[in-house]
């Protein structure tokens, strides 16, 4: 059984040891700011910040790769890969550039600029 603290506990900076963070399948009714559980549904400890339960973790969930790229994922270090010509763009750790005549007609067509207006 355990036992009932009713006032703070000051370790007067000691360390608790062997704690374990209280288990729950769902969020404990009438929270107050800055309580904590964990969730034994979702495997996630979980803070109170006065509103609404938090997950405590990343504030980046999943990376997505969009148009161009590819790799992403949800969990780990995540990787994303550019999908391009190698004569077309160069990159570098410092730099990324489009290459000599790496733009043709075709994709200035697809603009407002012409090779013979732009620069």
Do not use: C, H
């Given at each position: 059984?355990?036992?009932?603290?009713?006032?703070?506990?000051?370790?007067?900076?000691?360390?608790?040891?062997?704690?374990?963070?209280?288990?729950?399948?769902?969020?404990?009714?009438?929270?107050?700011?800055?309580?904590?559980?964990?969730?034994?549904?979702?495997?996630?400890?979980?803070?109170?910040?006065?509103?609404?339960?938090?997950?405590?973790?990343?504030?980046?969930?999943?990376?997505?790769?969009?148009?161009?790229?590819?790799?992403?994922?949800?969990?780990?270090?995540?990787?994303?890969?550019i999908n391009v010509d190698d004569s077309t763009i160069?990159?570098?750790?410092?730099?990324?550039?489009?290459?000599?005549?790496?733009?043709?007609?075709?994709?200035?067509?697809?603009?407002?600029?012409?090779?013979?207006?732009?620069?």
């Amino acid at each position: 059984m355990a036992q009932k603290f009713l006032t703070s506990i000051d370790l007067t900076k000691n360390e608790l040891q062997n704690a374990v963070i209280q288990n729950l399948a769902t969020a404990p009714s009438s929270p107050v700011k800055g309580q904590i559980y964990f969730n034994t549904g979702d495997d996630k400890l979980y803070v109170y910040d006065g509103t609404a339960w938090e997950p405590i973790e990343g504030d980046i969930q999943s990376v997505t790769a969009g148009n161009g790229l590819s790799g992403g994922g949800t969990s780990g270090a995540v990787t994303l890969d550019i999908n391009v010509d190698d004569s077309t763009i160069e990159i570098n750790s410092d730099s990324l550039r489009v290459k000599a005549g790496g733009i043709g007609a075709n994709e200035l067509a697809a603009t407002t600029v012409t090779a013979g207006s732009y620069g």
